[in-house]
């Protein structure tokens, strides 16, 4: 019997194994302890930087995949908001420490890029990929135009502060203690906004919303497997994160970048590198429905939930964050939204929709990287 127990609880850490070595990404988690000695040896900061930033992709995926596997053991109403709530866990873990050490302009920059990189860069990428060799590829409009409303509120309320703080004082730099509050009344709007959303998609109209097709399959990990994963993901995620943070001021500085840039676009490209490449897989595979959603459920979430949380933290820690972002970033956010509102309205796509979506994004991160630093 004990031997029966042993090769069993094998054959489950196995399975625990595969599962995460599966994805041509997690191979980047060879660079987890790379990371770690760069960091030790106090080796240049570039170094720890670039590395410490790839090997949170693959953990991100596999925190959301862990998430996911949970999910099938705690029911449908549970598991969605498991994966609501914990889908954007590295974008917060990265705020977090980055607030923690006074980056507040790296915090608000990865909120935009996370957003604006999701609606033009996956989703473009999706449909570029997906649409090749294809004359159309079709997905649920109704699904689509509800979270592109959300955006849109979520673009109206970000965009406020901004305006009052414009109008009021004359600039946008957000040191009025008037701004703050209303950042922080802004951040409860949007927060209750998002549980309303839940409510909305998971009980009252969660057979409207229900046009996604789902695979069957059993879970590959059991319940006690799949809170280990998670738990060490999280971990994980958060070492990674305080080093990557530890390094950006001077890594920045020694690559010519500005923090700015280094948030908008290559901290929020690191936090969202697993979605962006499961969501061109669906694409590929000709799952547009589910692509488009990973794509705008993403954007939707760090609007009104990862901001608010993120606002709130910014006020525990002491070091109160407004929601003023510059007039580049609101104009970027704003043209995403009015972009995705005019490649979903009729539910179809084509490969060229991708190319034009795709485009707008590298001018946007060319005009980011100009952005001179404050």
Do not use: C
Request: hydrophobic letters at 60%.
């Amino acid at each position: 019997m004990s031997r029966w127990n042993d090769s069993r609880g094998d054959l489950r850490w196995r399975a625990v194994a595969r599962f995460a070595r599966e994805g041509w990404l997690n191979w980047l988690l060879l660079l987890l302890p790379v990371s770690w000695l760069l960091e030790l040896l106090r080796l240049p900061a570039v170094w720890v930087f670039t590395a410490s930033a790839l090997a949170i992709i693959p953990l991100a995926g596999l925190l959301g995949e862990a998430t996911e596997e949970l999910a099938h053991w705690v029911g449908p109403g549970v598991g969605g908001i498991l994966n609501a709530t914990l889908g954007n866990a590295t974008e917060l873990i990265i705020g977090f420490f980055a607030l923690a050490a006074g980056l507040q302009q790296v915090v608000k920059a990865s909120i935009t890029g996370s957003i604006i990189g999701n609606i033009l860069l996956v989703l473009g990428l999706a449909m570029l990929m997906g649409g090749w060799g294809r004359e159309r590829q079709t997905f649920s409009r109704t699904h689509a135009g509800a979270n592109s409303a959300m955006l849109f509120l979520a673009v109206v309320a970000l965009v406020m502060p901004a305006v009052l703080d414009l109008v009021v004082f004359g600039s946008l730099e957000p040191t009025a203690p008037l701004v703050e509050l209303l950042s922080l009344l802004v951040a409860v709007v949007l927060i209750l906004t998002y549980m309303g959303s839940l409510i909305f998609s998971l009980r009252t109209h969660r057979l409207l919303l229900s046009s996604v097709p789902e695979e069957p399959r059993r879970p590959r990990l059991s319940l006690v497997e799949s809170l280990i994963v998670l738990t060490i993901a999280t971990a994980a995620v958060a070492i990674e994160s305080e080093i990557l943070v530890g390094t950006i001021t001077e890594a920045t500085a020694t690559l010519g970048l500005t923090e700015f840039f280094v948030g908008v676009v290559v901290v929020a490209v690191v936090g969202n590198a697993a979605e962006h490449s499961a969501a061109v897989l669906m694409a590929i595979r000709n799952r547009m429905e589910l692509a488009v959603t990973i794509a705008t459920g993403s954007s939707t979430q760090v609007a009104l939930f990862v901001a608010p949380v993120l606002v709130f933290t910014s006020f525990l820690l002491g070091q109160p964050m407004s929601l003023v972002f510059n007039g580049l970033e609101i104009v970027g956010i704003g043209l995403s939204v009015v972009a995705l509102a005019f490649v979903v309205y009729d539910g179809e796509s084509n490969w060229f929709e991708g190319l034009q979506l795709v485009a707008v994004y590298l001018v946007l991160a060319l005009a980011f990287y100009f952005v001179p630093a404050a």
